[in-house]
């Protein structure tokens, strides 16, 4: 019950134990399709380019922005918790001159603050995340593309945190590249990272292709600035998910099917029905803590459905009363970063731990381990307040 | 029966399919460094340094490389085959300046002419595959750990395609580097690759480190150029295996426990029995594709013992062989690159499908499909020869 990686879906664990085909059988070509046409659903876009980056979430950021970004590149980045860090780091690594606005921990941006921004910076990147479990706060994306359209920016955001847990809407809000991860609301392991790219990303990532050597024919022309890593660099991989179907890295065969089923079972429940169920554990969850008399840390009117932080009450040690939960009672809660790091705890609900067992247990447990660490706490408060949100 | 991906063995994807756990819950760590210590075994090294990169083997390639190239660095990359080409092209993307040399696909070098050419080029790093899929061909390294030692340069070599096939012995050779993916012998899916680094070539990265923003504090120094990227920064993931277990990536589970459970099964059978194993099992294939009248592909003295490349008989239609071979009877076998498409078939006996029944089914059908599109084949003449070196 942390912010994530969280226990996946038992489905998916037994799709990732499916025998291997070839990278080039048809059968193996055709689930590669059927993942590409599933995360359009999930991703809610019509993007011919959306397939998986072989990697963790990580993997996924690098590869949009090493591939947007050339060297002395401006990218303005605003920051409202690690992962923008993270964004600006990664961007930094590119060669790109990285600009940085920031809220405090806590709060998110107003639409109005990054047009400021973009209008200063003049950036061909925008990068932001869309929830960042850090804070857990979940900053508002839908008047963004329209700004970024109007003063030709090309917009990317991390959905890691957030997909399937949260409204994105790809095409709707005109963002040009999302990455994710699955674990997370997509209730599956680390290790695939699936993104969508627009086609006017995919132009603009085109327009610096070089085959690689080796497999390079006369015919393949290079253009543009050859984008700086071999593995990340997605001019190639959609060649790779397309129809030439062009030689790159092995397609990590195990975590393509995880993804894949991870994204199926979205679609059989629906995207609006998974939102809408992370967010009725989420408000369960929040209540509860509520109940149990703790405080709950920065913005709530902002907090991603999927994870809530909670101050740790004085005179409790937050690593003793977290290691209590998960040796005593088998539950993890996560720890926090930076300037949060030993003031909060952070309690997921999601993927397939958004459930009303999980948070019920989760929420008798704590009470237990928050009296025995000697905190004020009202019997029984943690469960009834969830209950009367489930009622 | 192809050159790679190949058949997982059941009980590493079963192993894959356990429940996940928290990137920091001790039973976690405690699984990673279990994983460290399987793999010097596979290794054959004392490593500390001997881990897991979350992505493809070549993911684990572009680490090694970007880890320890500055840009402006000289690399020698000795080509004899595709993947010559790809690290070549890998390390121009880190900026290097990359001399190569070339021998005929189907050869290998002699120490001597490395020698020649670090003697002429002084490089850095000294990059080469020891098995290229490409060719079938394994490079001698015994006697390069020496050389390179004597001219001061770093030795790097990508295994994926030889190890725990042909023997590889990390530290008696010498080899600063090793990385390599579980697509082959290791008898697992594509998607986590393994690596070794020595002390000395630990010492050159941690000189490069740049704890990115977020996590880093007042006391973590910023010594050297910082590694070009984030997600194959090896410095950092050093942290995030040791003791520190400094946040970077998350680690990809699921595969971790793929990759723990390959190495834990070969480790059981012993290095050497793997290696033999393959050995027997490429021998009787050899046999086989000789006896039914093939002739096969370059040196055979240095060919791989996991994969053996013949000529496609004249007269046969390659892709509808193959075909045939797939659809009728479900067996893949692989086509070639470069020069050799359409020329030459690849077959290989590695990983799970290094046995006997394996083996002797694929020469049965083959003999089918050679006699279905009128090449001269001798009756039996496949699997006789087969069963010759297994008596």
Known sequence: MGPGPINADPRVLRAMSAPLIGQYDPAMTAYMTETMELYREVFRTANQQTFLVDGTSRAGIEAALVSLIEPGDRVLVPVFGRFGHLLAEISERCGAEVHTVEVEWGQVFAPEQIEAAILDVRPKVLAIVQGDTATTMCQPLADLGEICARHDVLFYCDATASIAGNELATDDWGIDIVTAGLQKCLGG???SAPITISDRAAGVINGRKHIEAGIRTDDDPEVGR????NYFDLAMIMDYWGEKRLNHHTEATSMLYGARECARLLAAEGIDAAVERHRLHGAAMLAGVQGLGMTVFGDVDHKMNNVVAVHIPDGIDGDAARASMLVDYGIEIGTSFGPLHGKVWR??????????????????????????????????????AAQEVYA
Chains 1, 2 share one sequence.
Not at 226 to 229: A, K, L, N, T, Y
Not at 365 to 375: D, F, I, K, N, T
């Open 347 to 384: 309690i997921g609900t999601m993927g397939f731990n958004a459930r009303k067992d999980a948070v019920l247990l989760t929420l008798a447990a704590l009470e237990q381990v928050l009296r025995a660490g000697g905190a004020p706490v009202t019997p029984g408060g943690g469960v009834g």
């Open 226 to 229: 050859r984008i700086g890593s």
């Open 189 to 191: 392991p680390s290790g």
